[in-house]
């Protein structure tokens, strides 16, 4: 298996729901990431989790919340979000090791706030 | 800081023609040159990649060059395909010691017309 999945594909919100994001993979890698991408432009990464610890976070705004519950999945916790958050949330997952590994991306959950 | 400057921002090649996609890095931690394709509605998927102690390498129609002391590479499709319409990114990693931090570049948006 040499996939990273993610639910919902698409997802509309209003700025005062909480919605989740959810990734999952099962290729034994032991970091997974969080990247925003907007139209025609590159990903932007959000934040970071190796062996199931945060070990980075770009300054994101504190309405997105990530999660690792276990080594397979990963959650993106949203609240209160704003318009401009509209954008394709992508999931990334790389092997251990600190090498050249390569990161392997989900198809991205379309989110749209109103 | 933008670490990775690509060009150019669009591209559109005849079938069969060759596509040249160019990347210069300022940050010299990086030690490992990747190629993303992008196709609308998909997460990026690696295509090919380098690493910086060979100046050469070609998967099928793919070819990267690398000048270290230009700090550039480059990406080669030859007899470009109508299938390989698609963004291409390329990127620029630094470890963490047991996960990646991706910088990419700007993208390019590549037509290939019959």
């Given amino acids: 298996d040499t996939e990273v999945t993610q639910t919902p594909k698409h997802l509309v919100m209003g700025m005062t ?5 959810k990734c999952e993979q099962h290729m034994g890698h032991r970091a997974m990431y969080w990247y925003k991408q907007k139209a025609k432009k590159p990903p932007e990464l959000m934040f970071v989790y190796s062996y199931e610890k945060l070990s980075i976070n770009e300054s994101v705004p504190s309405r997105f919340s990530p999660e690792c519950p ?3 999945l990963l959650n993106l916790h949203l609240h209160a979000l704003q318009p401009e958050d509209s954008a394709l949330y992508l999931c990334a ?3 251990p090791g600190g ?4 990161q392997y991306f989900g198809p991205g959950t379309r989110l749209l706030v109103l | 800081q933008q670490q990775v400057k690509q060009s150019p921002q669009s591209l559109i090649v005849q079938k069969g023609g060759i596509s040249i ?3 210069a890095y300022e940050n010299t931690a990086f030690d490992y040159f990747p190629w993303y394709q992008q196709f609308p509605g998909k997460g990026p998927a690696l295509l090919i990649a380098i690493r910086p102690d060979v100046s050469e390498k070609k998967e099928g129609r793919f070819t990267i060059s690398f000048n270290k002391s230009a700090k550039q590479f480059s990406l080669h499709i030859m007899d470009s395909q109508p299938g390989d319409s698609a963004t291409y990114f390329c990127a620029g ?3 963490t010691g047991t996960a990646s931090k991706l910088t990419f570049g700007t ?3 590549l037509q290939v017309t019959l």
Wanted: charged share 15%.
């Fill in chain 1, 99 to 102: 090498g050249q590994e390569t």
């Fill in chain 1, 70 to 72: 276990n080594s397979s």
């Fill in chain 2, 93 to 95: 990693p630094t470890f």
């Fill in chain 1, 93 to 95: 997952s790389s092997p």
């Fill in chain 1, 17 to 21: 729901n909480k919605k989740s994001l």
């Fill in chain 2, 21 to 23: 996609i160019n990347c």
């Fill in chain 2, 107 to 109: 993208g390019t948006r």
